[in-house]
């Protein structure tokens, strides 16, 4: 029997606009921050990375408390929506903080600014609006089809997103005037764009009533519960934990493959490649994405796509480090492009996986979590890719990185080397790993079944 639609097309569509704004932050963020800061402010990228490390001890706090209150919200709009909304307005302000560090002020000074910028930006309103924007897919479908294809509407439009920041912010700052007036226009009007594509997103769709969405809420459990039990709640279903250190360690990956613009500008002496190798990992992701809804019918379901695509990616960003010691661009971006394509489905189907770990909450424990289950995208985005940010700032600090240099010395280039080529192909083999062990709809159909024999 088919399941039954929810969503039309521009619901969809209009859903997955809102990883526009989301990656007006994030990609702007994790690309350029460590460049701005030690490039055009001239701080310590040692000290930067372990003010970034700092502010991640903020995170996982709050990314439980902000999904735990959503879980509690109770509006006409729904539970997820306001949050989303109003969320984004302290993230366009803050985002532009981050950009604007006055030249006037002293270097402690500077320091402290960003700190409390960069920990509001990220523990507080990025949380709440990432948090609430990904719990949506839970709460205006139960069809399984459309939440995969909301996933791949989104990561579509998130890929468009940093392909497009990635390629023209460096022109785009020297547009505005270059230096750190430069790049404070360029936040501001990304934040602008940000604010309004966020709006028109959180305002295309409807959430579900909670009678809908819980049919059988008669043998539920009441949902009240502290924000110790919500931890508990998350950290006893083990499909959670995998999730949440696979997308910790997707987004190290991420800050590895940002911090590029370093590898381009000292290694391969061409700072015009970044942009380059930005389109063949987004392209095929995109490609990916737009196939990965009709992949997941063929195959029937998503464990099985999702480890045979990382196995893919896997092998094509080993074969990235053969190419870069062969010494050769052309092959280095054939097998860039290989790895993205592999990875995509695990992009388009995450939001569908994070929606059937939260069935499984619900199945062994007979509490609706979807809130705060979704908190693990949110921790995994800021604890994952504030973590590789800042230790790409301790790696370069240790490898007497210098600014003020044109060429670098021998054992920075060679720091660049590891943290471009090796560092990335050991955690695609970790998550790898991870996804063959990642059977979450197996372990569903299990709960039911016996859940149906027991009936009888």
């Known amino acids: 029997m088919e399941e039954k639609r929810y969503l039309k097309w521009y619901n969809k569509v209009g859903y997955g606009s809102g990883d526009v704004a989301g990656n007006v932050v994030y990609a702007f963020l994790s690309t350029f921050v460590m460049l701005y800061l030690t490039n055009t402010v001239g701080l310590n990228p040692g000290i930067v990375g372990t003010l970034i490390a700092v502010s991640k001890l903020f995170d996982g706090v709050t990314d439980i408390f902000f999904g735990s209150m959503i879980d509690k919200t109770k509006t006409k709009m729904g539970k997820a929506k306001p949050w989303m909304l109003y969320g984004y307005i302290g993230c366009a302000v803050t985002l532009i903080g981050v950009f604007a560090i006055p030249e006037s002020l002293g270097q402690t000074a500077q320091y402290a600014w960003f700190f409390i910028a960069y920990s509001l930006l990220n523990a507080v309103f990025y949380t709440a609006n990432n948090i609430a924007y990904s719990a949506l897919t839970a709460l205006i479908t139960k069809n399984s089809k459309e939440r995969v294809e909301m996933g791949s509407y989104r990561f579509i439009f998130a890929f468009s997103t940093s392909l497009l920041i990635q390629s023209v912010t460096i022109k785009f700052v020297e547009i505005m005037g270059g230096g750190a007036a430069g790049w404070r226009i360029v936040a501001i009007i990304y934040a602008i764009i940000g604010l309004i594509i966020n709006t028109v997103s959180a305002l295309s769709v409807k959430e579900l009533p909670e009678e809908v969405l819980n049919e059988d809420a008669s043998s539920a459990v009441d949902e009240k519960y502290s924000l110790i039990e919500a931890a508990k709640l998350l950290f006893s279903n083990r499909f959670y934990i995998m999730i949440c250190v696979t997308y910790i360690l997707q987004q190290i990956y991420s800050a590895m493959l940002s911090m590029g613009i370093y590898y381009m500008m000292y290694v391969l002496k061409n700072e015009d490649l970044f942009p380059v190798f930005s389109w063949v990992i987004n392209i095929p992701l995109i490609i990916a994405l737009v196939i990965t809804p009709s992949l997941v019918a063929k195959w029937k379901g998503l464990y099985k796509l999702n480890l045979v695509g990382y196995t893919i990616g896997t092998i094509g960003r080993a074969l990235v480090v053969v190419a870069a010691y062969m010494g050769s661009v052309p092959l280095m ?10 990875m995509g489905p695990w992009q388009g189907d995450m939001n569908a996986v994070i929606a059937n770990c939260s069935e499984y909450t619900y199945l062994t424990k007979h509490k609706r979590v979807d809130g705060t289950m979704y908190s693990c995208t949110s921790l995994g985005v800021k604890l994952g890719g504030g973590l590789g940010t800042a230790i790409t700032g301790w790696l370069l600090e240790f490898s007497h990185f210098n600014s003020s240099l044109a060429v670098q010395p021998d054992s920075c280039l060679s720091m660049l080397h ?20 990642m059977n979450v709809e197996k372990a569903n159909e299990k709960l039911k079944n016996s859940k149906m024999l027991k009936a009888k």
Do not use: D, N, R
């Open 333 to 342: 971006i054939a097998f860039t492009a290989v790895a993205a394509f592999g």
């Open 418 to 437: 590891t943290m471009y080529l090796w560092i990335p192909v050991v955690i695609c083999v970790i998550i790898t790993f991870i996804m063959s062990q």
